[in-house]
């Protein structure tokens, strides 16, 4: 089993940055592919980004050169920096975690990111 917090959303300005963190609990964190996904109003939810624990990253290509994600595996966390945010970024993003060898997949909460002047 597998808990994620997700925090890090807020409103920002177009051409604003904001960082998202998702704490990891209850498993071995290393064990699973972490991810970003989002979800705006009306439209179905998308992969963002993603990594593997040995760091290997795949973007949507409508974030490559603004969002960079990142894990720190004794911290159990994974994080996704977002630079030149547009007002096209505003969604829900949600964290997770899908095991590498098993059927085990999590997710978190959500987080609220708004980009608007």
């Known amino acids: 089993q597998v808990q994620l917090v997700e925090s890090g959303g807020g409103l920002v300005q177009p051409g604003g940055s904001l960082r998202l963190s998702c704490a990891a609990s209850?498993?071995?964190?290393?064990?699973?592919?972490m991810g970003w996904h989002r979800q705006a109003p009306g439209k179905q939810r998308e992969l963002v980004a993603k990594?593997?624990?040995?760091?290997?990253?795949n973007y949507r290509d409508s974030v490559k050169g603004r969002f960079t994600i990142a894990r720190d595996n004794a911290k159990n966390t994974v994080y996704l920096q977002m630079n030149s945010l547009k007002p096209e970024d505003t969604a829900v993003y949600y964290c997770?975690?899908?095991?590498?060898?098993?059927?085990?997949?999590?997710w978190g909460q959500g987080t609220q990111v708004t980009v608007s002047s």
């Open positions: 990594i593997t624990s040995g760091g290997i990253t």
């Open positions: 209850g498993s071995i964190f290393r064990s699973y592919i």
């Open positions: 997770n975690a899908d095991h590498e060898f098993l059927m085990y997949n999590y």
